[in-house]
């Protein structure tokens, strides 16, 4: 199967809307996506954005899209890359297109200069722990990630 990786183009909006909607379903969070496709058209491909998205094609069918942004390492002094989310729909995985979203993403890390590409997984996800510990990822287990969204943010913002 022949797999190419692209730019996400503003005509993609919405297939990787559909695809952020498949994979909140997996992770059993579908009620938290509230974006659309329109949000995702004007956020994700404004002029000075900083957020990228590839798009992977199977024989010229979306198969996965994968969105990053750059990060920034003070112990390292140098940029790195945070994956936000890597999905490939069910009907293609097992077929290369992760793996080929993931290592189009570790050459633009290494082409940038940049001292890390990190990314979250859930703890319950055992296929992707699996695919990122056989590429040699490690996990960071003494990190706990924290967030401060919705009324929480916006009170401790006051």
Request: net charge negative.
């Amino acid at each position: 199967m022949s797999i190419t990786i692209r730019q996400a183009r503003p005509e993609d909006a919405a297939a990787i809307y559909a695809m952020i909607y498949e994979l909140a379903v997996y992770e059993k969070a579908p009620e938290e996506v509230v974006t659309t496709p329109e949000e995702i058209r004007k956020t994700l491909f404004v002029a000075d954005t900083k957020t990228e998205a590839l798009i992977a094609e199977c024989e010229g069918k979306i198969a996965g899209y994968a969105v990053y942004f750059t990060s920034y390492s003070t112990w390292l002094g140098r940029n790195g890359i945070y994956m936000e989310d890597l999905y490939v729909s069910p009907e293609y995985r097992g077929k290369g297109a992760g793996r080929a979203l993931l290592r189009h993403i570790a050459q633009l890390a290494v082409k940038r200069q940049c001292g890390r590409l990190e990314w979250s997984v859930l703890d319950w996800n055992q296929p992707a722990i699996d695919f990122y510990l056989s590429i040699g990822a490690l996990p960071q287990s003494e990190w706990i990630r924290y967030r401060l969204d919705g009324e929480a943010l916006l009170k401790f913002a006051e």
